[in-house]
């Protein structure tokens, strides 16, 4: 199994960044796929980003796509995300997650992955 740690959340005006961190331990971090969910109170947990285990290929949610950049380090066994122009519609628990047989085609899916961190806060304000 993979531990993994969410770092970087935090209250930003509209319009503002964010860069997420999500630290990893246990295993062989380049044996995972990676993925950011996010859930806003009384919502679904909802797929946000994800990359492949060499970072080769990566995936984004319809709302994110141009404002948000996923990335990842294997060498330092840690994932990213940069949030740009932030909107108040982002405010959210922000997860990242592991699945150790992703595929382009399940990288959306959220119940393929295996391993969670405990989330990270986001609030946008207007």
């Known amino acids: 199994q993979v531990q993994l740690v969410e770092s970087g959340g935090g209250l930003v005006q509209a319009g503002g960044s964010l860069r997420l961190s999500c630290a990893a331990s246990?295993?062989?971090?380049?044996?995972?796929?990676m993925g950011w969910f996010r859930q806003a109170p009384g919502k679904d947990r909802e797929f946000v980003a994800a990359i492949t285990k060499l970072g080769s290929n990566s995936n984004y949610a319809d709302s994110v796509k141009g404002r948000f950049t996923i990335s990842r380090d294997n060498a330092k066994n840690t994932m990213y995300l940069q949030m740009n122009n932030l909107k108040p519609e982002d405010t959210a628990v922000y997860y990242c997650?592991?699945?150790?047989?992703?595929?382009?085609?399940?990288?959306?899916?959220?119940?393929?992955?295996?391993?969670w961190g405990q989330g990270t806060q986001v609030t946008v304000s207007s």
């Open positions: 246990g295993r062989t971090f380049s044996s995972y796929g």
């Open positions: 997650a592991a699945d150790p047989t992703m595929t382009t085609a399940t990288m959306k899916i959220r119940a393929r992955y295996a391993n």
